[in-house]
């Protein structure tokens, strides 16, 4: 089973590269997409339908927006957090599907903007719901993929030049250990586990003169698996050539190979 996280950074923008993506080799069994930025009445479910794709959403006007398309129609699908403070960004960065014993998270953790920013508190906060819904819902010993944007780089090997973004929302210390936290609940890197090497990165910034071709890049799209789905994995990959196409999105999709 493959399984592929991707913030496409707009659905309808994206489509062309989707197709690509669904259409090839290789195509993910499940797929999570972020920064759809499409309410849901406008959620081209028709277009996954043609692929052989089942897909649950929440979005909204313009910004965030999270999604999981399947070739199975999951069993059971929540949205936000259901600790009676979600808000409707809540609901849109958020959304989990059951198939069977195994269950897929997909998230949109929030940017935080600067460190002195209200949103970088809300992106802290975000983690720690999430620890507390995990907590709530799961446990280490079942088997949970939790993945999207996540929008932290944990180590100095996730970026290019780390000395030069200790302070970013991205890459602080304090960011790193609020997902730390989230991943000491029982999680395991299955990207890294397969991927140790530098230069392996999943965001390159349009704001970085030529940064895909120069490999200026980001690892903070990851595949966080529990233990038992951990042990069941047998690659993981970001797929590079995505974000070679004509008007490709910012990140490119990360893959992980299930046994399952």
């Avoid at 088997?143 to 996730?158: C, M």
């Avoid at 991927?195 to 390159?204: A, I, K, M």
């Avoid at 910034?205 to 069941?232: C, Q």
């Avoid at 004509?246 to 893959?255: C, G, L, N, W």
Wanted: hydrophobic share 40%.
């Amino acid at each position: 089973m493959r399984i592929a996280t991707f913030n496409v950074n707009s659905l309808k923008a994206r489509l062309p590269i989707v197709e690509r993506f669904l259409s090839g080799a290789g195509a993910p069994d499940i797929l999570c997409l972020q920064e759809t930025k499409c309410q849901d009445a406008y959620f081209p479910v028709d277009f996954f339908e043609g692929l052989g794709y089942r897909c649950v959403y929440s979005g909204m006007k313009s910004y965030n927006g999270v999604a999981v398309v399947s070739r199975a129609t999951p069993d059971r699908v929540s949205r936000g957090f259901g600790d009676g403070m979600d808000t409707e960004s809540d609901r849109a960065r958020l959304i989990i599907a059951d198939f069977g014993d195994l269950s897929v998270a997909c998230s949109y953790v929030p940017q935080g903007k600067s460190m002195d920013s209200p949103d970088f508190q809300y992106k802290l906060r975000f983690f720690d719901r999430l620890r507390s819904l995990f907590e709530a819902r799961f446990k280490p010993s079942g088997k949970l993929l939790w993945t999207g944007d996540i929008n932290v780089a944990r180590e100095d090997i996730d970026v290019t030049h780390p000395n030069n973004k200790r302070d970013h929302v991205c890459f602080c210390q304090e960011a790193k250990d609020a997902l730390e936290r989230v991943i000491s609940w029982g999680f395991v890197d299955v990207f890294r586990h397969h991927r140790p090497n530098p230069g392996e990165f999943s965001f390159w910034d349009y704001r970085v003169k030529d940064a895909f071709e120069r490999n200026i890049g980001w690892r903070i799209d990851h595949l966080l698996a529990t233990r038992p789905l951990s042990d069941a994995s047998e690659d993981a990959y970001a797929v590079r050539d995505l974000r070679a196409l004509e008007r490709p999105s910012d990140h490119t999709a990360v893959v992980g190979v299930f046994g399952l």
